[in-house]
């Protein structure tokens, strides 16, 4: 299922629980959100990412006693009902086709009391859902940073919703899958409208240059969720100070397979999701205090890549992971806090932000070496790949002790008459040692590389 937009679903499987009975629940017929036609006649819309409304035009009173705020979820109780306007539109061969409007005068309104009933799916299976096409996504925490994504962070005493990511390249070898197959993930699981401008609250984006900051920029959306995927080296970038709340990286985890279809299971749990209101604002500013307390000595906030770590990042996907733990456990009727606990969120919250943080330290310091020796002449005969294996052989060394590693297992994936030419100019500039004849690959860590050449 390609390509599916939310404003061509007509099938009550297609939506999630709530929306179904907002549409097809005749009990429900004058329930929705409000989208005003004038200053004295609204709709009512049944869902926020579609136009499917009552087909009612409602009118209020002349004398001002009622008002209704845009967006607005009421229930209308209709004192009188007027078929016989008509309205005639254009069809598409060209003719005027004449609709019947039923305009409905408003006799008063109330707050809903509709609840929003939970996905069919509980939360560890959606978890496991959205990251399905990665082997061991939990290694990297993907499972948590692709739902979080998905189910977005609501707007808040911070203002407004949404969250930021960004992907911090690190070369890993033999291994599959990149930051962009992260995003990319994202973007095969979602309708047509969150992936482009068709809906006002919720899109996701990814960004791979300055071109796709515009384009997020040019249009507010109320829940602006993205992913910051740069290749270039961290040294190369301009601060462009976007707020970062998710930091990942792509270290043990591995692309199973690039292809993905949009589950319907899945696309109610997130529906569901953004569809939940965020907690009282007597509940947030508890829950900000207690973590601003309890992580604010921990050494992440001083982390800078191409965006800049949120020092509200904490709180926003607090508020994500109460639409993400919705499970069996949410009863609907009005907000209830989720099975996640303020010290379980603070937990995941420092989990996903320490392992962003420790492969960000990595980075620069891949980085560091490089750039320390700008000024040598043989460092700018090195190539992207030669540095990416020589980066590799380090990480081997620094991490696991590995100092000589067979030919066959460096970037086995890649063109192997380009890895050993790499590995040529590696050897002719005494970064490694070649050995076995050329069978094994020694890395070599010296203060003046050059003069081993």
Not at 2 to 23: H, T
Not at 71 to 89: M, P, T
Not at 120 to 148: C, G, Q, T, Y
Not at 399 to 423: C, F, H, M, W, Y
Request: hydrophobic residues 30%.
């Amino acid at each position: 299922m390609k390509n599916l937009r939310l404003g061509d679903r007509d099938k009550g499987s297609e939506f999630c629980r709530f929306e179904r009975d907002l549409i097809f629940n005749k009990d429900n017929l004058d329930v929705g959100y409000v989208v005003h036609q004038s200053e004295r006649t609204f709709k009512l819309a049944k869902s926020k990412f579609t136009e499917i409304d009552s087909g009612r035009i409602y009118v209020l009173p002349q004398d001002g006693s009622m008002t209704t705020d845009e967006g607005a979820f009421i229930r209308v109780e209709v004192d009188h009902l007027a078929k016989d306007h008509r309205l005639s539109r254009p069809s598409m061969g060209g003719t005027n086709i004449a609709e019947a409007i039923t305009y409905a005068e408003v006799g008063s309104i109330s707050e809903p009391k509709i609840p929003l009933p939970p996905p069919d799916l509980p939360a560890d299976e959606f978890l496991d859902r959205v990251s399905s096409n990665w082997k061991d996504p939990e290694e990297d925490h993907l499972d948590h940073i692709i739902a979080l994504l998905m189910v977005s962070s609501p707007r808040s005493i911070l203002g407004e919703g949404g969250l930021g990511s960004e992907g911090i390249q690190r070369e890993r070898g033999s291994r599959n899958g990149t930051n962009r197959d992260v995003a990319d993930t994202i973007l095969s699981q979602l309708p047509l409208e969150f992936r482009t401008s068709g809906t006002e609250q919720y899109k996701y984006s990814k960004i791979e240059g300055t071109g796709d900051l515009k384009l997020i920029k040019a249009k507010r959306i109320s829940e602006n969720c993205y992913s910051l995927v740069p290749d270039k080296i961290y040294e190369a970038m301009v601060q462009r100070h976007i707020p970062i709340q998710l930091p990942f990286v792509v270290r043990n985890s591995e692309l199973a397979t690039s292809k993905m279809e949009i589950d319907l299971d899945v696309l109610e749990y997130q529906l569901t999701g953004l569809y939940l209101p965020p907690p009282p604002e007597g509940i947030q500013e508890d829950r900000f205090h207690k973590l601003m307390k309890d992580l604010k000595n921990e050494e992440f906030w001083d982390m800078r890549g191409v965006g800049e770590l949120d020092k509200n990042a904490g709180m926003k996907i607090e508020l994500a992971l109460t639409r993400l733990f919705i499970g069996k456990r949410f009863s609907g009727d009005g907000y209830r806090s989720s099975r996640t606990d303020i010290s379980e969120g603070t937990d995941l919250i420092k989990r996903i932000l320490r392992y962003g943080y420790e492969n960000f330290r990595m980075k620069i310091k891949e980085e560091d070496y490089f750039r320390s020796r700008k000024s040598e002449p043989w460092r700018g005969k090195l190539k992207p790949l030669d540095k990416e294996i020589y980066i590799y052989l380090r990480n081997l060394l620094e991490e696991q002790g590995i100092a000589q590693v067979p030919r066959s297992e460096i970037l086995p994936t890649t063109n192997q008459n380009k890895v050993d030419g790499s590995i040529e100019r590696l050897n002719r500039y005494g970064y490694v040692l070649q050995m076995k004849n050329g069978s094994i690959i020694k890395i070599v860590i010296s203060d003046d590389p050059e003069s081993l050449s």
